[in-house]
């Protein structure tokens, strides 16, 4: 027992972030970062502007005349915020589809999360579990969320209820996948450490794998997040009228390709914004430890 403590002791003294290192994280935002953070968008717009401009044809056949300029997607974009500037029926409108779209994904995406996380430990740590239902797993995953939208729209009906089980989709898997890789790698010394002190096996799952397997847990959080903004657009299809996805559909119904690319950027905003929130809540709930310390 002493030398458990003495040596558990050691390692967290050892893995404790030393002030020097800390420091050099807390300059990850330097003026010089975020100098170096506009060249490339700034090249993306001087590139699309002049594409547009001159009529390039890219690869994959992208014929870059169709395509509206960074100033008038940027005149959308902030009609949509503002109103008046571009006639029609989403002018200043856009908050309500922002707040839908929100709504969906944060509850596909919620409860994703609530079943992926404790049955990803238990597949990872169990073999019964995982002769039991990976064979399963592995024949439902590869179907795309797209091929699900006609079932959903029958079985489920049209509305929001359809919308979130198809963002749910899209996110469960990567975190049920990553989430038991990690669990299965856990170091068997800190399982046979807690057996020796007399941990029960849910025990063991609770206090010792859950904990050993967040990095895990959390790159697949990230990734099903990812995953629910990306198909949520899919989700939005199933007859639903108000959403970023619905305002999307709306955009090519009408051949507006301003309106389609301002939904894009809008969704592909929320993605980081509520990316960066995970990072950051993530790490007031685990009160900075060093595991998480390279999570960026």
Known sequence: MTAIASASSTTIKDATPSP??????RKRWSPRALLLAFPVPIAVLVFWSLGVQFGWNLPFGIRMAQLPTPSQVGLRLTDLFFGGLVPGPYSGDIFRHIWASLVRAASGFGLAAVLAVPFGILLGRSKTVTQLFEPLINVVRPIPVTAWAPLALIVIGIGDRSAIFLVFLAAFFPMLISTSAAA??????????AAMLGMKPWKRL???VAPASVPGIFSGLRVGLGLAWALLVVGEMTGVNIGLGAMIMEGRVVSQIDLIMSGMIIIGILGFLTDRFLVFALKVISRNRPVLQEIK
Do not use: D, I
């Open 206 to 208: 609770l206090y010792v």
């Open 184 to 193: 299965a790698q856990v170091p068997p010394r800190l399982l046979e450490a």
């Open 20 to 25: 020097q290192s800390t420091g050099t994280k």
